[in-house]
DNA sequence: GTGAAAGCGCTAACAC
DNA sequence: GTGTTAGCGCTTTCAC
């Protein structure tokens, strides 16, 4: 009757300290190895662990520390190719430490993210990252109130929340400098969300780039897109229905960039010796399309992990230092930027 | 001293009953909603509930009624693109019963595998789903002994466990057909690794069809594989140093697919003219890509939807049935197979 | 219909 | 060093 559980499915500390002969508290010692317990008693103890195959219940130990281990991962959509790379870095960086991530995909809709945020509080986890999708202020406003660590994704909203961001500004600038400097002088912009800081701010460096090489700017070069293939589309349509005034264009994602290229050429327009092209975000197919796509990639990955490193810090931390990280892009020169010698070679 | 803790960060049952001066039992009845109360007190408790933004703790919850309403996702790798799809399946499904997902990328690893589940049990998920890498039947059977309900995705392996296929071989047999009848008599297969079933039994397909419509199959039109772009380029570097006898391929992904088209026009063979070229999974690229690729399509997110569904019904019947779900693929025809006509024409 | 109380499995004082 | 014990926040008998 006292012993009969030994093979029961769930051992629990208390098996563990039945069979072992000694207290709970040394089972627990042991296994979390931060208090000297004497050699005997571990080898007791470890053999009884084996012999039961104990696993330790982390719901409990949660429920004891407040520390369940685990955070929240919040983005649009998995399915959007930028995102795969960014979930790995965090994947990665948490287990490292040990920590799981819950992943959490809301569309972009503010409704979804809020009740995801209160679904992950529910959850007890210690963190949340986030990555918005159209302007979600109210919920970035919701997630400071909380008495939760939370680090803010590609997005720098005004709040007073720790970020990782890549420098967009940098990003928008180098892409549009590289075509100023291919001899390209009339270079329009394809938009994203314009609610999307990220977007507002490649598109400052897109700006400052054509004003410092004295080059004009205005408002009928900048042409609206959502970051979807059709809206690439849409914007190489506008293009063409403009009078194609324009040598080159710099669009705020990849997928655009391709839907703009693909329609152009279905129109009979050559990339780039008529057009040439940057993208953002370096995705795979950037390196297969044809022609292979200049574009600029962000440290998604690297991204990932500072973010979880950041959250880390701020659950152990206890205080709560606000801090912001900025990584830096590269410029990935292709063949849609033309050659060096500009479009009339 | 007794109320001072009303707006405190972490509201619990208790603070809500003392608040409402009802016993925690009562709040507990109310939340769960499964016995009546009388509905003065169920008013009193909301309310108390509505001022203390009181969010119940799921940590406490799982440890008293054994479940953690949470599930684990084991996959290879999300940055491969055949996953994302899936998890979001299983995402939403999960979701939708107020589950959550924890993912889990093991590179195909076994080591990595094991320790996964070892975690996920830690956890105490309530269920584990799980797509293995290459033979790793140990973990499978790891998984079987284990108490805790399993869904196999997309690996039949011989051992007890639910799982939710496509039919692999239905959808080799459904490419190498289209390529017969587009009139192609020499059809290579370019292989994924041999050790996977899902690997195994599209080639069986292609095999069976090639077979029924009296054509010649031998060793020799099977090119070895890894499912990465660059085995598609091995694969044609092979085809064309064998004097390319072979007038069409089919290969087991996409993505090896279009590394071998990509490398038979480097030298200057016409897809679909010289070579028709079917692939596997339908990625997105597949529809952009030029040709844009004939190819099975997997439903990759219904699978998910499927495994959740399962696991559920694991969790909560508490009898284990053992179930295999099949579904499935589809044949996506586009411009990489030819044309109606045939080589010729 | 409602409350009191036991206990899920664990950690961390606190005694010895 | 080691054991005893008090909870963490919740659900669920069991009485009334």
């Known amino acids: ?11 629990t500390i208390k098996d563990v300290a039945r069979l072992a002969k000694v207290s709970i508290a040394t089972v627990s010692r042991i296994l979390n190895g931060k208090e000297t317990v004497s050699p005997h008693l571990v080898e007791r103890v470890m053999s009884a662990v084996e012999e039961l195959r104990y696993q330790p219940n982390a719901v409990a130990r949660a429920l004891k520390v407040r520390e369940s281990l685990s955070m929240g991962l919040i983005i649009p959509d998995i399915e959007n190719p930028f995102f795969p790379a960014l979930v790995r870095g965090v994947e990665d960086a948490a287990q490292m ?27 007890r986890v210690d963190g949340i990252l986030f990555t918005g999708g159209r302007y979600s ?10 008495s939760i660590p939370v680090v803010l994704l590609d997005r720098r909203v005004g709040s007073q929340l ?38 507002q701010t490649r598109r400052e460096g897109y700006v400052q780039a054509l004003r410092q090489h004295g080059l004009s ?31 080159a264009f710099f669009a ?15 129109y009979g327009i050559r990339v780039p010796e008529e057009i040439a092209a940057v993208g953002y975000d370096d995705i795979r197919m950037a390196a297969w399309y044809k022609p292979s796509l200049t574009t600029v990639r962000q440290p998604v990955y690297q991204m990932g992990q500072c973010a979880v490193r950041r959250m880390l810090e701020l659950v152990s931390g206890g205080v709560r ?11 990935v020169i292709r063949d849609s930027s033309g050659s060096r010698g500009g479009k009339e070679q």
């Not at 009757?1 to 051992?11: F, G, L, P, T, Y």
């Not at 009740?115 to 959850?123: A, E, M, S, T, V």
């Open 1 to 11: 009757m006292e012993q009969d559980k030994n093979n029961a499915i769930n051992a």
């Open 97 to 123: 430490h040990d920590y799981s991530v819950i992943l959490c995909n809301t569309d972009g809709k503010p409704a979804e993210e809020e009740r995801y945020i209160r679904f992950l509080y529910n959850k």
């Open 137 to 146: 202020d109210d919920n970035v406003a919701m997630l400071a109130t909380l």
């Open 162 to 199: 720790s970020t990782v961001v890549t420098d967009n500004y940098l990003g928008g600038f180098m892409a549009t400098e590289h075509l100023i400097k291919r001899g390209r002088s009339r270079i329009a912009f394809i938009s994203g969300p314009p609610e999307l800081s990220s977007v």
């Open 217 to 247: 700017y205005g408002e009928e070069l900048v042409l609206p897109g959502d970051f979807t293939f059709e809206s690439g589309h849409r914007a190489a349509a506008r293009l063409i229905a403009d009078g194609l005034s324009v040598d």
């Open 252 to 266: 705020a994602n990849d997928m655009m960039a391709i839907g703009a290229i693909e329609y152009l050429r279905a």
């Open 321 to 331: 230092r606000y801090s912001e990280e900025v990584l830096r892009p590269e410029l």
